[in-house]
């Protein structure tokens, strides 16, 4: 896989580049101002590097969910003015995906000169499964730029048109971003330094048993909590009242219960409340004492506690999932103990998974106590499972 200082190495003055980047970044519903900015402060470093050895730079990269056509909601606007303020130089942004104005503003860049595309996603052929289709836009990105760099680790995981497609059609290199996030991963998945210890949380089990199947073999301790903890604690014959409860997981549960031979941890006691809401009061019992009417919002004290334990001596983590439902107050404890716990981590600490890492910064922790915290929870999940990623297989060429 060729990298970005390869690309600095051959020279890149005066050429024209296309960079994929992950500027998928949270908007306030009503103003539409961006209220995380994390992403595009990631996606800096490569695109200073290509500035300062005076490439042509084309961004492209898509926002939320449109349904594949041109929407003002999912505009990138914000982005390219916050990109702006902070690469401290105007960032155009193109009226359309690949159309004429994206042809006549590439055309137009100077040296150094940064051009931000319209949303990949106003263009149905970006997600489409029919070949043809991507490759028909992939043409048109590809007609842009000289070289291709990706950049947008987050979206390595999906084979769209600006991820995998236009990488056949031009020379192409990893961004830095993307060889950071695979470098972490690599020591994840190959000879990690032990105790490894891997803490799971979040909403739904079958979202991620998949990949607890894989890294099962691999840890020394997985620790479980969120909202997937209870379907656990069914399996070992507890009733968890209300609680998010997968039901038709409870069989499989049971088997890597046994599979695991005591490396499963769960909680010991749990934060109920009668109602999914921040007002409604709430009360710490043991993990096999859960009322009937009682639903469990975070892990108690006493399993911050087993859990700091076990991470304690760990020299390796990886962290996704928070610990409860961290976006109400009565219910952050738990996520804030497990998030203080892998701060301490002597070796290498890995925070993936998109509500994470924005509960690392929303509980106001320091970013640079983690070893590294993932853009791209989806993409590093399915790595971590062995699955191929076509945005890295494709670079890989
Ligand atoms: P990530 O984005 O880090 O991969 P997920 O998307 O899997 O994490 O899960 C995050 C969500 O899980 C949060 O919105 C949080 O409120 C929710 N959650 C955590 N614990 C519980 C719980 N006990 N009950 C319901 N939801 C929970
Ligand atoms: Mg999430």
Same mark, same amino acid.
């Given at each position: 896989?060729?990298?970005?200082?390869?690309?600095?190495?051959?020279?890149?003055?005066?050429?024209?580049?296309?960079?994929?980047?992950? &500027?998928?970044?949270? &908007?306030?519903?009503?103003?539409?101002?961006? *209220?995380?900015?994390?992403?595009?402060?990631?996606?800096?470093?490569?695109?200073?590097?290509?500035?300062?050895?005076?490439?042509?730079?084309?961004?492209?990269?898509?926002?939320?969910?449109?349904?594949?056509?041109?929407?003002?909601?999912?505009?990138?606007?914000?982005?390219?003015?916050?990109?702006?303020?902070?690469?401290?130089?105007?960032?155009?942004?193109?009226?359309?995906?690949?159309?004429?104005?994206?042809?006549?503003?590439?055309?137009?860049?100077?040296?150094?000169? %940064?051009?931000?595309?319209?949303?990949?996603?106003?263009?149905?052929?970006?997600?489409?499964?029919?070949?043809?289709?991507?490759?028909?836009?992939?043409?048109?990105?590809?007609?842009?730029?000289?070289?291709?760099?990706?950049?947008?680790?987050?979206?390595?995981?999906?084979?769209?048109?600006?991820?995998?497609?236009?990488?056949?059609? &031009?020379?192409?290199?990893?961004?830095?971003?993307?060889?950071?996030?695979?470098?972490?991963?690599?020591?994840?998945?190959?000879?990690?330094?032990?105790?490894?210890? %891997?803490?799971?949380?979040?909403?739904?089990?079958?979202?991620?048993?998949?990949?607890?199947?894989?890294?099962?073999?691999?840890?020394?301790?997985?620790?479980?909590?969120?909202?997937?903890?209870?379907?656990?604690?069914?399996?070992?014959?507890?009733?968890?009242?209300?609680?998010?409860?997968?039901?038709?997981? %409870?069989?499989?549960?049971?088997?890597?219960?046994?599979?695991?031979?005591?490396?499963?941890?769960?909680?010991?006691?749990?934060?109920?409340?009668?109602?999914?809401?921040?007002?409604?009061?709430?009360?710490?019992?043991?993990?096999?004492?859960?009322?009937?009417?009682?639903?469990?919002?975070? %892990?108690?004290?006493?399993?911050?506690?087993?859990?700091?334990?076990?991470?304690?001596?760990?020299? *390796?983590?990886?962290?996704?999932?928070?610990?409860?439902?961290?976006?109400?107050?009565?219910?952050?404890?738990?996520?804030?103990?497990?998030?203080?716990?892998?701060?301490?981590?002597?070796?290498?600490?890995?925070?993936?998974?998109?509500?994470?890492?924005?509960?690392?910064?929303?509980?106001?922790?320091?970013?640079?106590?983690?070893?590294?915290?993932?853009?791209?929870?989806?993409?590093?999940?399915?790595?971590?499972?062995?699955?191929?990623?076509?945005?890295?297989?494709?670079?890989?060429?």
């Amino acid at each position: 896989m060729r990298s970005l200082d390869d690309l600095l190495a051959e020279g890149v003055s005066g050429r024209r580049v296309l960079l994929r980047a992950d &500027l998928n970044v949270p &908007l306030d519903k009503s103003t539409r101002e961006i *209220t995380d900015d994390g992403r595009i402060r990631a996606s800096l470093p490569t695109l200073q590097a290509l500035r300062e050895a005076g490439a042509r730079v084309i961004v492209s990269a898509h926002l939320g969910r449109p349904k594949g056509t041109p929407d003002p909601q999912f505009s990138l606007a914000p982005v390219a003015a916050r990109l702006g303020e902070l690469l401290g130089v105007d960032v155009p942004l193109a009226a359309d995906t690949a159309g004429d104005d994206a042809r006549a503003k590439a055309a137009a860049l100077r040296d150094g000169d %940064v051009l931000l595309l319209e949303n990949v996603r106003f263009e149905a052929a970006e997600t489409s499964k029919d070949d043809a289709e991507r490759g028909e836009l992939a043409d048109r990105f590809a007609a842009l730029a000289d070289v291709y760099v990706d950049d947008a680790f987050g979206a390595v995981h999906r084979k769209h048109a600006s991820v995998f497609d236009v990488a056949q059609r &031009l020379p192409h290199y990893a961004g830095r971003l993307v060889a950071r996030e695979l470098e972490v991963l690599t020591r994840l998945t190959t000879d990690p330094e032990r105790p490894y210890v %891997v803490v799971l949380g979040g909403s739904k089990v079958s979202d991620k048993l998949a990949v607890i199947e894989a890294l099962l073999p691999k840890v020394d301790r997985l620790l479980v909590g969120g909202g997937m903890c209870f379907t656990f604690l069914a399996a070992q014959g507890h009733g968890v009242g209300t609680s998010l409860l997968e039901a038709d997981q %409870v069989d499989t549960c049971r088997r890597l219960l046994a599979e695991a031979g005591g490396r499963i941890v769960l909680p010991v006691d749990v934060v109920c409340s009668p109602q999914f809401s921040a007002d409604a009061g709430s009360t710490t019992v043991d993990a096999d004492a859960i009322p009937e009417d009682q639903m469990g919002l975070d %892990v108690g004290p006493r399993t911050v506690e087993l859990f700091a334990g076990e991470l304690a001596g760990a020299r *390796t983590v990886f962290w996704n999932g928070p610990m409860g439902v961290f976006e109400m107050a009565p219910f952050q404890a738990g996520t804030r103990g497990v998030a203080e716990a892998v701060a301490r981590v002597g070796g290498l600490s890995v925070v993936g998974g998109g509500d994470s890492a924005a509960a690392v910064r929303v509980l106001g922790l320091d970013e640079d106590s983690y070893g590294h915290i993932s853009t791209g929870g989806g993409a590093s999940l399915e790595y971590l499972e062995g699955r191929e990623l076509p945005g890295l297989a494709v670079l890989a060429d």
